[in-house]
């Protein structure tokens, strides 16, 4: 890699290891690597036709390795389906494109966050990427919620989904019809959550990170340690 390479995702082929995938900004545009030698060397397979437009996120379809999607500053998403040879457009956003998820269990649903000021919004997909729908996420009444940094999955549950946000951690049961907020121990001050995770052995053991501080539940978020 170049030294004016920021790499931004990488994503991996789990039925080849060999395929791996860089989400990157070189330069002045956003390109996608790829490397089908185990990550001993990459080419690109995609440049972003406009200058200063990185390429933000990129992940590989579970169900289907050939496929593989990418997010770009423009809010470009973009499919493949045979590993980067060729790209197609799936939509525009208006907003960059932060992240895509896929979920692990149910490939259907796809989540999508943005990069912008006050840009808290994430959109969702139940059918491969075919339609999409921005899902409603209320704070609490005094809280702003500015940005969205990270989502989990339930490990088993296509319907539960967490949120890091800029205004504490918040879940939804239920798809995003509604969403409760953790009572998290992390002192205003210290806000925003940056990641949380989920064990997938045991969905009552969460993670959460802010600032240099690592949070631990053992008991699905109704109570926290450092």
């Known amino acids: 890699l170049t030294a004016d390479t920021t790499v931004h995702q990488i994503a991996f082929d789990r039925s080849d290891s060999k395929y791996i ?9 956003g390109k996608v690597l790829r490397s089908i030698d185990g990550g001993t060397s990459f080419k690109e397979t995609y440049q972003t036709p406009k200058a200063k437009s990185g390429v933000f996120t990129v992940v590989v379809d579970p169900d289907d390795s050939r496929r593989v999607y990418i997010g770009t500053g423009e809010g470009g998403l973009l499919v493949s389906e045979n590993r980067g040879d060729s790209w197609s457009v799936v939509k525009w956003f208006d907003n960059p494109v932060r992240r ?4 692990p269990q ?3 649903f796809m989540y999508f966050t943005f990069l912008g000021k006050d840009l808290a919004k994430v959109y969702r997909s139940h059918d491969h990427a075919r339609t999409f729908e921005e899902l409603k996420i209320t704070p609490p009444k005094g809280k702003k919620l500015a940005v ?6 339930h490990p088993t549950d ?3 989904l967490y949120l890091a946000t800029s205004a504490g951690v918040f879940k939804t049961p239920d798809a995003g019809a ?5 009572p998290l121990i992390i002192p205003p001050a210290l806000l925003p959550t940056y990641a949380i995770a989920v064990d997938p052995r045991n969905t009552n053991i969460l993670y959460v990170s802010a600032t240099n501080q690592l949070y ?4 699905g978020g109704a109570s926290w340690e450092v």
Do not use: P, R, T
């Not at 860089?22 to 545009?29: H, I, N, P």
């Not at 509604?178 to 953790?182: D, G, H, L, R």
């Not at 631990?216 to 008991?219: E, R, Y």
């Open 21 to 29: 995938y860089l989400a990157v900004s070189q330069g002045e545009v």
């Open 178 to 182: 509604a969403w409760q907020e953790f």
């Open 216 to 219: 631990k539940s053992i008991d």
């Open 158 to 160: 296509a319907n539960a």
């Open 106 to 108: 149910d490939a259907n």
């Open 100 to 103: 895509i998820y896929v979920h």
């Open 148 to 153: 969205i940094y990270d989502i989990a999955f």
